[in-house]
């Protein structure tokens, strides 16, 4: 890794080094947390979990070849160059911005509330084409993630395309100056994490550090649609570089067809002209998402095959809006996280399979004081002809299970879904046994912490 010698991670995180007489000069070969991921060479950095202590593996990385290690205790008797920190979390992100500030690279940062993690899957898709990059890899997106992230970059690599998440104020500066992004792709301005957050316009402030050490001779590409994103218009002028179906914005799509679970046919227009691109992932947002890596692959300049031949590569994540087929059942994995805007983007791609249209919702943590009223107008959302079955899954759902009953009263003249609840999911699998029929599209999505991924594994062993 260049310039990532003993003596520079020393510095960079103002460590005191014990042993090491004649290796300060050497350049690690890679940074890890977890000591099973140590290659020869290698920097191991000593953390305390709640559950292990990495300082106990301190012996066994240096017999397996280890260059250094940095701890918060030096071990006895002293098995190979240590550097003493206070922090070793804050050292890793010390030395992730020390690493980052030597790359002669381009990095594209990716925040918003909803679409992170699919519209860096599109962007890194289309720009690979043209270029060797690094992206973000599973959620590697937080204060671990995201240095760790940085520390794989290699000197071959010509762009970084780096997925930034945040619950709180203050994190987003502190991954932005990590990071220092060249260009800034904001997805959307809505309704989580209002615990920390507050409000839509404390989402915005929160989402907005990113551009406390952005490069200003960048680019900020937004979500023009967005009433909130669209105000950077006015600060930023030229700066800023807009997609959405809005035809006032840069790139938008002059061409809709929808292909249901396939995907969707497009065409874009505004700066550039695209005909006839096949998006292979379902859901109007995937449409977004390859708008924002068109306007980024565009301004990079990528000709118009390029970005049609990447868009149509582009593959789904799982827990994602992931589309498994199985034996007689089609399954919507989208568990990964959950907030109402992506609740309700869900839903609408659930109109599009074929056959019943059956959705397992779970509790969406972190809304604060309206998290109640938000479950029950995703429930109403939901049984507004939006649904055939609805499972309502968890604490917090018995209030989205409430504003579904509701809603369907008030629809007498329509056919009304039908509602259940469940407060645990092992209530949940005996109830689905007994209600799904082949032919179903059943869509699974909750927050992360109801580990709605055990439900997807239990569905895909027990439907197959």
Known sequence: MKNLTIENI????????YGG????????????????????????????????????????????????????????????????????????KDVARYYRSRLNIKVIGITGSVGKTSTKEFIAGVLAKAFPLWKTQGNF????????????????HQIAVLEMGISQFGEMRRLSEMA????????????????????????????????????REGLICVNGDDDKLITLKEKYGDRVVTFGRNRANDYYPSEEISRGLLGSRISIDGRIH??????????????????????????????????????????????????????????????YNANPVSMKAALDLLQEAAGRRVAVLGDMFELGREEEAMHRQVGAYAAEEKTD???????????????????????????????????????????????????????????????FAKVAEWLKKNLA
Request: charged share 25%.
């Open 180 to 215: 220092k992004p060249d260009i800034c792709v904001i997805t959307n301005i809505g309704e989580c994490h209002l615990e920390a957050l507050g409000d839509r316009d404390g989402v915005l402030k929160a989402k907005l550090e990113i551009l406390d050490f952005w490069n």
């Open 274 to 335: 695209i005909p006839q691109i096949d998006v292979p992932l379902p859901g109007e947002h995937m449409v977004l998402n390859a708008l924002a890596a068109t306007a980024i692959a565009h301004t990079l300049g990528m000709s118009q095959e390029e970005i049609r031949e990447g868009i149509r590569g582009v593959q789904s994540v799982a827990g994602r809006s992931h589309v498994v087929e199985l034996k007689d059942y089609v399954l919507i994995d989208d568990c």
């Open 389 to 451: 079955i609805l499972f309502c899954v968890g604490k917090l759902s018995e209030a989205m299970y409430g504003g579904a009953m509701e809603a369907a009263a008030k629809n007498s003249g329509k056919p009304a879904p039908q509602i259940v609840y469940a407060r645990e999911k092992e209530e949940l699998y005996s109830l689905l046994k007994e209600a799904l029929l082949p032919g179903d599209t059943i869509l699974l999505k909750a927050s992360h912490g109801m580990e």
């Open 21 to 92: 007489d004649g290796l300060t000069k050497e350049e690690a070969q890679g940074v890890v947390l977890d000591s099973r991921l140590l290659s020869p060479g290698g920097v191991f950095i000593a953390t305390k979990g709640e559950r292990v202590d990495g300082h106990r593996f301190i012996p066994e990385v240096f017999a397996r070849g280890a260059l250094a290690v940095i701890c918060e205790e030096l071990p006895k008797p002293l098995p190979g160059p240590c550097i003493l920190v206070k922090d070793s979390f804050q050292a890793l």
């Open 10 to 17: 020393v510095l960079a995180c103002g460590g005191e080094l």
């Open 141 to 156: 997106n937080n204060e671990v993630g995201l240095p760790l992230t940085i520390l794989q970059i290699k000197e071959e």
